[in-house]
Structure formats: structure tokens, C-alpha cells
């Protein structure tokens, strides 16, 4: 039970934007009505299972039912110093979020996850971040807004902040159930939703490599940069450094495509990680830095060519290994528009979420980070990505002789106001020759920056990177007790419905 003028709420890491989203179609619906059952849907709410984690999840009255809505997740600031301005961030932010999608939350469910440190129990961990808790009801309080539960998770087992009655609970926890044994777990297989692991799990997938063969990643990336960076610099050569990175993306998703399949994410990566060359994947790395070269590689973005594609964005994103790491932004958010345009919004959100680490002044990523936590449809920029494609299919059929370039910016996700998708097309392609003046994505300014930042660098800046405006130097440099609070219906409604 809980006292209704207090709130709980929680968030995600301090480097990441809080996430806030709804679940649709609700075709699939079960009651969820203790705290052990609320425990038990934890990683079915969110996709995954959280670590280090606060999570907030709002409800809304539906007939004297809570319903789902938004969640919101932050990591556990390791100071406590920073508990207060985190907790009123994340309820602040999921309170308003939902009103600007015209549902304001009636309550709230609060979680905080976290495993012992060596030495720590799982009661320790509990009571350690009982302040946490208590600022996250706090600040939800301030905004009027009722929390019905708050659980603890470490160590296989689940304690309630929120229950009333003394005695009430093991004081070592109540046991978490089986994975996959719960009604919503049953409800989520039949619905056709799974789990994804751990969000450490998914992030490894595009993290970049900590192995002996980074020194030789490193290795290629120098030299592409020297052979590279000049010719993407001098507009006469700018073009077909683009040409050539295309021509080799389309080689490597023709390879990537028919190579044989592989069981489980680890030995698809290490099946891909083969099938990449060092100097291939610095090539690549290198000339996505370029903004309009990046755009025109958005277009992979569904039908047979979206599955290689996010493949080669992950292994590229694994490769800007060393002093390349504000490198991954170009394939992370490459990655992350492909995982948001076939559906992944989780991946499509981490993606996003990792570019933004690398370079938080990537605009790009920070558009799409918007439009994809505001749960924009991103069939809007499809169409344009679309429309850019056939124009310049169209150039290309009736042109002749001299080579051309046709530069198809890719169109922001959001307006100035960021409540809705608003797409705009790029300058309509025209054939330039090489070697006057060529489309660089520029709008035909010889080297100025964009308005992400990714004007190439000469070899005193740095190498070629994406967004930002910092120079950066290249170079090597068992069974539960029904008599307790697990098990005891939750305040003030009879059951909350929520999505398989």
C-alpha cells in the first residue's frame, strides 16, 4: 500500500535523454494486481531487463483500472549528491511527456534496480537507495500525481517501499519468479513480444571494439585518413570519395546479404565482424563523415536492403575503435534510423541515445532521438528519402557523359516546435561536372560547415569526423509466501491492465 499524497517515479543514465513512450495495440491484455506480478512484467514493460535502473511508468484511469502508459528510465547516478536532480527530472519529464500526448498519468509505479556490489546483499542494496526512492515520491508528489507502488529488484528478489504494515515482508525480500513463468510473460509469447536481453547486452552489439585486432582497425583507420580526408576536402575530388564509399557499401551489403545465416546476435556480429576488411571498414567510416554521403546511405532503410544495412551500421559502429570514437555518430545513427524505420524503436533508441555520447552536438541523431522518443511515425521521412531517390534515378537515366553526384539531404524529424514530424526536401539533384563545382550536401558552399558540424577537418584539425565543433587530433594517439506484501492487492483499483 502507499500514501496517496506521495509519488514515486524513476529514469535512465545520466547521459541519456529520458526515454518516455506509449505501448499500442492492445489487442492482448491481462490484470496485473500485486506487487510480485508487477515485479515479474518489468522487462515485458520495457523490452528488456533494466540494470543499474530507475524505471517510472505511468498510469492512467481506465474505469476504476490503472492502465499503462509512458515509461521513463535513467541509470542510478553513482553520487548521491545527484539523486534529488535526477528523480525530479525523470518525473518531470514523463508527467510532461504524457500531457503532450493528452494523457496525463493518474499514478505511478516506481522501480529502482540494481546487483549487489561484492560484499553487498540485496537488503543492502535496498536500503541504500531508499533515499532515492524517496526524493522520486517526492517530486512526483510536487506534481500531483499518486505512486501506488515502489519496488526494489537486486539479487533475484523484490522488496515494497510502499507497504504499510510492519512485519508484513521478509526482510531479505520476496523471491522474483521464474523467467518466461508469469501470466504476462505468457500473454507476451502469444502477443509475439520478447525480451531482449539486458540493455548492456544490446549496447555490446554496437560498442566498439576492446580486442587485439583494434590496433589494427586503428592501424587502417590512420591510413584511410591520410588518403581520404585530403580528396573529401578538395570539391573537385569530394564526389568520388562518395561514389567510391557508396559503390563499397552496396559491395558489402551484396555480401553481408548472401552470406549464411547465423544463430544469436553474438555469432551474427562475429560472422559479420569476418566479412569486413580493416582498410574496407576505415574507408567506409571515413566517408561517412561526409553529411551528404551519410544521407544517401538513409535510403537503405527498408524492403531487402534494411536487414544488411543495420548489420553494416553495427559493424561500423564496432570498428571506430581508439581516438575514433566521435567516428561512430555517422553509423550509430545510420543504425539507429534503420532500427526505427523497420519497427526496433528499442534499438533504434540506444543507437541514438550511443551517437549522441559520441558526439552530443550531432544533429542528425539529436532529430531523430526527438522524433523517435516522441513516437513520431517515421514514415514521413521514408517518403522523402523516397521521393530523393527516384529524382535522382531519374537524373541519372537522362544524364550523360560527365559524372555526377546528387546530394538528397535527409529531411528533419521534427519541426522547430519538436511536437511533429516536419519533413523538407532537399535542393531537387542537378548534374555538376567533377571537377568544377560538384553537390556536396552543402548547398554548394566550398567547404563550410554544415549544420551538424561535419565539415571535414585538414590534417592539422583531425581527420574528417561527424557533428560537432571541438577539433579533435587524428592518429594513433523458490516459492512465494501468499501472506505478504508480495502477494497483497495494490491500493485504490481493482487490477492494472497492461499490454502482452
Not at 5 to 24: K, L, M, V
Not at 177 to 190: E, H, I, K, Q, R
Not at 458 to 485: E, K, Y
Request: proline share 6%; hydrophobic share 35%; with cysteine.
Amino acid at each position: 500500500m502507499t500514501n496517496h499524497s506521495e509519488t514515486t517515479g524513476s529514469a535512465e543514465n545520466g547521459d541519456i535523454e529520458p526515454t518516455a513512450y506509449d505501448r499500442h495495440g492492445a489487442d492482448h491484455q491481462v490484470t496485473l494486481r500485486t506487487p510480485a506480478e508487477l515485479a515479474d512484467a518489468l522487462p515485458y514493460l520495457l523490452g528488456y531487463r533494466p540494470e543499474d535502473s530507475i524505471v517510472l511508468v505511468a498510469l492512467h484511469d481506465r474505469g476504476g483500472r490503472g492502465r499503462f502508459g509512458g515509461r521513463a528510465r535513467l541509470g542510478i547516478p553513482a553520487g548521491a549528491d545527484d539523486w534529488a536532480s535526477v528523480a525530479r527530472q525523470l518525473a518531470h519529464g514523463l508527467v510532461t511527456g504524457s500531457e503532450r500526448r493528452g494523457t496525463r498519468p493518474e499514478q505511478m509505479i516506481a522501480y529502482v534496480c540494481q546487483e549487489p556490489a561484492p560484499g553487498e546483499t540485496g537488503r543492502q542494496v535496498m536500503e541504500r537507495l531508499r533515499p532515492l526512492v524517496q526524493n522520486l515520491r517526492t517530486e512526483c508528489g510536487r506534481l500531483d500525481v499518486t505512486v501506488i507502488e515502489a519496488l526494489c529488484i537486486s539479487d533475484g528478489r523484490f522488496w515494497s517501499y510502499c507497504c504499510p504494515i510492519e512485519g508484513c515482508c521478509p526482510v531479505d525480500g520476496s523471491p522474483m519468479g521464474l523467467p518466461g513463468t508469469s501470466v504476462l510473460a505468457a500473454a507476451a509469447t502469444y502477443a509475439g513480444l520478447q525480451v531482449r536481453g539486458t540493455l548492456r547486452e544490446l549496447r555490446s552489439r554496437l560498442l566498439p571494439w576492446e580486442t587485439a585486432a583494434a590496433l589494427e582497425q586503428e592501424a587502417a583507420l590512420d591510413a584511410a585518413g591520410s588518403a581520404l580526408v585530403p580528396r573529401i576536402l578538395d570539391d573537385a575530388y569530394r564526389a568520388d570519395v562518395a561514389h567510391e564509399t557508396l559503390d563499397l557499401a552496396r559491395l558489402i551489403l551484396d555480401r553481408f546479404a548472401a552470406a549464411p545465416p547465423a544463430s544469436g546476435a553474438l555469432h551474427s556480429d562475429l560472422r559479420d565482424d569476418e566479412l569486413l576488411a580493416h582498410d574496407e571498414a576505415a574507408t567506409l567510416i571515413l566517408g561517412l563523415q561526409d553529411r551528404a554521403t551519410r544521407d544517401r546511405a538513409a535510403e537503405w532503410m527498408e524492403g531487402d536492403e534494411a536487414v544488411p544495412a543495420l548489420r553494416l551500421w553495427r559493424a561500423l559502429a564496432r570498428r571506430c575503435v581508439g581516438p575514433y570514437g566521435e567516428h561512430a555518430a555517422a553509423p550509430l545513427t545510420l543504425a539507429g534510423w534503420v532500427a526505427w524505420s523497420t519497427g526496433d524503436d528499442l534499438e533504434a533508441r540506444e543507437a541514438l541515445a550511443m551517437a549522441l555520447g559520441a558526439d552530443s552536438d550531432y544533429l542528425f541523431a539529436r532529430l531523430l532521438h526527438q522524433a523517435c522518443n516522441e513516437g513520431l511515425d517515421p514514415e514521413s521521412i521514408r517518403r522523402c528519402l523516397r521521393a530523393e531517390r527516384k529524382d535522382r534515378a531519374g537524373v541519372e537515366a537522362g544524364g550523360s557523359g560527365d559524372a555526377e553526384v546528387a546530394d538528397g539531404s535527409v529531411p528533419q524529424a521534427v519541426n522547430d516546435s519538436g511536437d511533429a514530424p516536419a519533413p523538407v526536401a532537399a535542393p531537387a539533384a542537378s548534374r555538376r561536372r567533377r571537377r568544377t563545382r560538384t553537390a556536396d550536401g552543402v548547398e554548394g558552399r566550398a567547404r563550410s560547415a554544415e549544420p551538424d558540424g561535419s565539415r571535414p577537418r585538414t590534417q592539422a584539425q583531425g581527420t574528417a569526423r561527424p557533428g560537432g565543433t571541438r577539433p579533435r587530433t587524428s592518429g594513433r594517439s523458490g516459492s512465494r509466501r501468499h501472506d505478504t506484501c508480495s502477494e497483497r492487492p495494490l491500493p485504490g483499483s481493482s487490477g492494472i491492465e497492461g499490454d502482452g
